[in-house]
């Protein structure tokens, strides 16, 4: 049976030339990069390129980055950093209610603390409006959180509109990225944010890797204390091997940045028409913003049908996709991103994430309409 892997959104397959380049640094490379002698010193300037490298993708300086283990740290630590290190001028912080569960359950967690947290509401496309940000904002608001891109329904958000709003009024501004980095190009010397999260395994990247932009003029206070890694930031030896493989996923992904924008959209595109041109428009339903939109994401619901027995269905036929948020999926809970878009809910029970790659093809695009047109004739059938 084909397998038609269509949730990038979750991981990617590591780029050939990524396991190529982190190789040496898992076998004869193995070098401590705090070590002074020569095989340390190996490690250290294989990290100084990777960061050099990862910091002209982004646009900021290679001292404003700091490796972390993930996205989810790098989200937390922006969160816990920034929510520590301007403690004394308030404790009142704004982000939305569709963020990542990396960014909800730390500021849950915050709030449990002793903040207070605002949750904005956000239009039935899944975008936050910038009158509401501005409503929230209080003396005491020390920080604001908002995603670039979001991950179930790939609307983007205001995010340079909320960083204005955010630098005028002096509020440190984190931005979620994670979704983003990969098909966004980032300019962070022209960007008004002040902290964003990335993560290698959504670039073609190993896992276990991440990224958190701190601009200089922004005060963080570390999660973890020990070494002096990473200008004591981020205490605990560098993945040198992840580092190496992180650079050179943004490498590849930095000479074919345009040839996959167009491909990207192309799928999108041609899953759109498919679904169109196979089922009858009450059949499915597209969430998300029409136009302001990852082009690598297409949430699709088909109403009459659970989410649950879809993916099962997919999955028979060799069609891997997703419910949401890889966290959530694997449980029946509603995915908390299209609750708070308010959608009916014959459409929130039975959403699916299609996420594309660089590895996909129009073939395989085409192919998956057309399982899905089988499904769906079968299984309203019997209902
Ligand atoms: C928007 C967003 N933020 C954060 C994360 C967490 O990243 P990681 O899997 O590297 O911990 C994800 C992962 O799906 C994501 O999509």
Redesign the pocket.
Known sequence: MKFIYLDH??TTPVHPEVVEAMIPYLSEMYGNASSTHAAGRQARTALNAARDRIAAFVGCSPSELVFTG???ES?NMALFGAAEAYRSRGKHIITTSIE?H?VLHACERLEQLGYEVTYLPVDRFGQVSLADVEEAIRPDTILISV?YGN?ETGTLQPVEAIGRLAREQGICFHV?A??ALAHIPMDLSRLPVDLM?F?A?KLNGPKGI?ALYISKTTKISPLLYGGSQERKRRAGTENTAGIVGFAKAVEIMRKNRYELKQKMEKLRQGMVKELERRLDADAFVINGHPTEVLPHILNVSFPGISTETMLMNLDLAGVAAASG??CTSGSLEVSHVLKAMKLPEAVTASAIRFSFGADNTEQQIAEVAGILETIVSRLRTIR
Request: aromatic fraction near 0%.
């Open positions: 959104a979750a993930s996205g989810t989200d990542h990396a995603m991950n979620d994670v979704q999260s993560s395994h991440g948020s890889a």
